[in-house]
């Protein structure tokens, strides 16, 4: 029986599991999918949001405060890319001013520095390609953005090198109360017992409270993205004023140099990551209202990820009905500013005696593109799959890809995600055969076993089906 078992492996479960090996426990995470990352977190937007949003007195407010401020160096530490760019939130007529204010008001009440109203043409300084339209804005200099994906996978990784326990393809199908713990079974039979669950489920958070024992009320709401080449468009977020549904369609650049407009909000059920044909008019008619001069020849994919809404209008965290039992659901925007704060909290919240022995850190794959001209002689003189460039848009090798698979990668979405092979503008059109093969001869399976992403996602069928 393990002293832990968190069920659900976004980012948030990540961060936990890790943040638990703190201690002296023993951990272990299951997750329905083949890897961790396949869910809500497998399609954030990467924002870093400073924390003026959120209503004082929440705890989104809470721990987007805290979280932000802690992003620099828990990024730092796991080796992930992040950028503290500030953010923009525009007014594009004069009645929006009031929002502005208000939202500034509120950030500071939550504890929020360096906030500050300028008007259009201060804002139009730090972002030329705003609209014409724009008329003022709210700088809010500590918000970023980072890897979303490569956070949840440093975080992973690291809580293995500490001693957490990953279990893929264990989908909870029932809970039960048992020898003082829980036991929990998976769709295939398989048990794990654990002193305490935290449930971490994400979408599937309310179903996966009801089995044990608590009742919540969580609605789905999808966010649909388009997405653009290298192209210096935006040097940092820019949102439009919020509504009642969110902080609507932004501009906002990645950590890669890539930049997109996006989420919609769009009532949806747990699994729907479809892209609506009325998305593409509704986003382009949202973004040109903040800024100008879109380059739409430019978009490489549109893609949509669906998060969990609690009726509460907050997170839920905190124990459950039953003692052996720890929700952590409903963690919609700002969910991810939050990571760092909520693991900790969470964390702590067991009383458990801290170890000597973890180590927080963690060094991301070596990227052949990112290393001077002699680090890339010797990187290839030391092991020449280095020297095959596998992904051309994005200049992945041979070597990292084993590396990825050698980190736990098991499907092309794995090997995307950790590496953006397939990400760049040919979106895998090239390469996906050849990651396919490194894929198969890596985990000794045939070309025909390898998936995109969950269980049965086959890409080719074997001779005669």
Do not use: W
């Not at 002293?3 to 492996?9: K, L, S, V």
């Not at 927080?360 to 002689?377: G, N, V, Y």
């Not at 990292?400 to 736990?408: C, F, L, S, Y």
């Amino acid at each position: 029986m393990y002293d832990f078992c968190i069920i659900g492996g976004g980012v948030i479960g990540c961060a936990i599991a890790r943040e638990l090996t703190r201690y002296k426990t023993t951990v272990a995470l299951v997750e329905a999918a083949r890897d961790v990352c396949t869910g809500t977190s497998g399609a954030n937007s990467g924002i870093v949001h400073s924390g003026y949003d959120p209503k004082p007195g929440t705890l989104m407010a809470k721990y987007n405060a805290l979280g932000s401020r802690l992003f620099r160096a828990y990024a730092a530490t796991l080796d992930v890319p992040y950028k503290q760019t500030g953010s923009l939130t525009v007014a594009i007529d004069p009645t929006e001013l009031s929002t502005l204010e208000l939202l500034a008001e509120r950030g500071r009440a939550n504890g929020i520095d360096g906030l500050a109203v300028i008007d259009g043409n201060e804002a139009h300084k730090l972002e030329p390609n705003l609209s014409d339209r724009v008329v003022a804005a709210l700088y809010a200099p500590t918000a970023g953005v980072v890897n979303p994906f490569e956070l949840t996978f440093a975080l992973r990784e690291n809580a293995e090198a500490n001693g957490a326990e990953f279990i893929f393809d264990f989908c909870v199908v029932s809970a039960r109360r048992e020898n003082d713990g829980m036991t929990l079974r998976s769709s295939d039979g398989r048990t794990v017992s654990a002193k305490t669950v935290i449930n971490c489920a994400g979408n599937n958070g309310g179903e996966v409270a009801r089995m044990l024992g608590d009742l919540f009320r969580l609605s789905h709401r999808a966010g649909e993205y388009r997405l653009f080449d290298k192209v210096h468009f935006v040097g940092r977020p820019i949102f439009g004023a919020p509504t009642s549904l969110g902080k609507g369609v932004l501009v906002c650049p990645t950590t890669d140099g890539n930049f997109f407009i996006g989420p919609t909000a769009v009532d949806s059920s747990r699994s729907s990551v479809r892209v609506r044909s009325e998305a593409y008019g509704e986003l382009a008619a949202a973004a040109d209202k903040i800024v100008k001069g879109l380059p739409y020849d430019k978009q490489i994919t549109a893609f949509a990820g669906v998060r969990a809404v609690s009726d509460t209008g907050d997170f839920i965290i905190g124990k459950g009905r039953n003692p052996n039992v720890y929700n952590v659901i409903g963690i919609c925007s700002p969910g991810l500013s939050c990571v760092p704060a909520i693991a900790i909290s969470v964390a702590r919240s067991f009383g458990l005696e801290k170890r000597t022995d973890f180590n927080p850190s963690r060094h991301r794959i070596k990227r052949l593109c990112e290393q001077s001209a002699d680090d890339k002689k010797a990187l290839i003189a030391a092991d020449p799959k280095y020297g095959k460039i596998v992904c051309r848009c994005e200049l992945v090798t041979e070597a990292e890809i084993a590396e990825a698979i050698r980190r736990g990668a098991r499907t092309i979405d794995g090997v995307k995600k950790r590496l953006r092979a397939g990400m760049g503008r040919c979106q895998g059109g090239f390469c996906m055969s050849s990651v396919m093969k490194i894929l198969a001869d890596g985990l000794g399976k045939n070309v025909t076993e390898i998936e995109k992403d969950r269980r049965g996602s086959y890409v080719l069928a074997k001779e005669g089906q």
